[in-house]
């Protein structure tokens, strides 16, 4: 039975990973789309600041903590 509320809990957390958990993919995009149209993404090397900030500093950096 404890095997089944662990199970519980995991499918509980993947459903917060989501995209579509609540607020859908713009979210889960980390508001890129608006950044590309506020100009601040405008070029290939303004887009890999974007995704190496994530990734270090952002929620890639969160779900890889989570995650291990």
Not at 5 to 33: D, I, K, R, V
Request: glycine share 8%; net charge negative; proline share 3%.
């Amino acid at each position: 039975m404890h095997t089944r509320t662990e199970a519980a809990q995991l499918l509980l957390l993947l459903t917060w990973m989501s995209p579509a958990f609540p607020t859908g993919a713009f979210a889960y995009s980390h508001g890129l789309e608006w950044a590309i149209a506020n100009g601040d993404v405008a070029d290939t090397a303004h887009l890999i600041l974007w995704i190496s900030d994530l990734l270090t500093r952002g929620s890639g950096w969160n779900d890889a903590v989570l995650f291990a």
